[in-house]
């Protein structure tokens, strides 16, 4: 017989450590190599910190959002010396892909002060004399430029089944030029957003105000979304100099990032949308330097 005999069992319970939360300002990481600039679920984000971002509907300029959408915007960051990637992180119950009656596509933005400093315009897209760099990721673009490697388009989408018994462009292939003009004017005028399918989903764009916004004549910035149970994680990435008008980021120099969202389930575009204040942007020295 055995008195008092007690049992130990131990048992080792894996727990998954959380990511760091940084809440006074978005470190960009430095690391080696490749960055994950179109893998928004790649490990590399682990060693980032993160920042929870509060953002406040834009309710100063019509069109004005009269209902909050998204709330919080968890971002991270990485660079190599040579480009920057951030992903943005947001709960979101309904991923919107496609412009639908009622609908509209799930987009995020950062924002960043052309000139570096203390000194930063209004986060509400700048002001006159102190210009705003954009990055403007867009799910729309995204499946657009997805259906275009497979010989799809939009329309076959929201309509599959459509059929085309006239069409300008193969009616008359010797003037196809001339219908282009007729029939696309706004990719004849080169409009960027026209051409969205053959580029990256994500745009560049500049402003000193509401209303001014223009596509930026440099157009490097790439992304990736993923929607995964409810929550949307997208990644954008450029270049940390871009040349001149646009904002050059310095490794070990301070400067500052905003960010904004649009909840497609909400019908939210354009003006209408949730946005943050500026919040401090660091880019860590690289170990030994």
Not at 56 to 66: F, G, M, R, S, Y
Not at 159 to 182: G, I, V
Request: overall charge neutral; charged content about 20%; glycine content about 8%.
């Amino acid at each position: 017989m055995v008195i008092g005999l007690v049992a130990l069992v131990v048992i080792a319970v894996g727990c998954r450590r959380g990511p760091a939360i940084d809440t006074t300002q978005v470190t960009a990481i430095a690391v080696s190599g490749a960055l994950p600039s179109e893998d928004p679920l790649s490990a590399l984000w682990d060693r980032a910190p993160e920042h929870p971002a509060a953002l406040v509907p834009q309710d100063i300029v019509e069109p004005k959002l009269a209902v909050p959408g998204v709330t919080r915007v968890d971002v991270r960051a990485l660079h190599n010396g040579e480009w920057i990637v951030f992903r943005l992180g947001w709960e979101d119950t309904t991923e919107n892909v496609l412009a639908q009656t009622g609908v509209t596509s799930d987009s995020v933005a950062i924002q960043l002060p052309v000139q570096a400093g203390s000194q930063v315009p209004d986060p509400a897209m700048g002001e006159a004399g102190k210009a705003v760099h954009l990055l403007y990721w867009k799910a729309l673009w995204q499946d657009d430029a997805e259906r275009a490697t497979r010989g799809q388009d939009r329309i076959a989408a929201l309509y599959p089944n459509a059929t085309t018994d006239h069409y300008p462009f193969l009616a008359n292939p010797a003037a196809k030029e001339e219908m282009a003009r007729r029939y696309a004017p706004a990719d004849a005028a080169g409009n960027p957003v026209t051409r969205r399918p053959s580029l990256s989903p994500v745009q560049e764009l500049l402003a000193e105000g509401y209303g001014t916004t223009t596509a930026a004549t440099t157009q490097k910035a790439v992304g990736r979304g993923a929607w995964r149970g409810g929550r949307w994680l997208v990644t954008i990435a450029r270049p940390l100099d871009e040349g001149e008008g646009l904002a050059r980021l310095t490794v070990g120099q301070k400067t500052f990032v905003a960010v904004a969202a649009w909840d497609g389930a909400a019908r939210q575009a354009g003006a209408r949308k949730m946005r943050s204040m500026w919040i401090p942007l660091v880019l860590q020295a690289a170990p030994g330097r």
